[in-house]
């Protein structure tokens, strides 16, 4: 059975950096579409970023310009770089298929962006 599993998470101030990564172990990670999402406190689960099957992508307007997602297929591994990073990006942040499948959520890493 597939499982996500995300790490990179940190404590940074702002206008630092993270590199978050994704490890899955399924072999049918390179068909799907993927995406990275994120809750914060007291807020709804959103998807920031996307990664198509393709190749293609997609950011929620909050995070373009400053998140790329990208994914590396051979190690099935989904990524998502965040540069200028903004005290509103403080949230837990998940990998998930797009759409979301609820059985498939895993621990997530915690992000907080504070000086």
């Known amino acids: 059975q597939v499982q996500f599993v995300e790490s990179g998470g940190g404590l940074v101030q702002p206008g630092g950096s993270l590199r978050l990564s994704c490890a899955s172990s399924?072999?049918?990670?390179?068909?799907?579409?993927l995406g990275w999402y994120r809750q914060a406190p007291g807020k709804q689960r959103e998807l920031v970023a996307r990664s198509y099957g393709d190749g293609t992508t997609g950011l929620a307007d909050s995070v373009k310009g400053r998140f790329t997602i990208s994914r590396d297929n051979a190690k099935n591994i989904l990524y998502l770089q965040m540069n200028s990073l903004k005290p509103e990006d403080t949230a837990l942040y998940y990998c998930n298929w797009v759409p979301e499948a609820t059985e498939f959520w895993g621990q997530g890493t915690q992000v907080t962006i504070s000086s």
């Open positions: 399924g072999s049918i990670f390179s068909i799907y579409t």
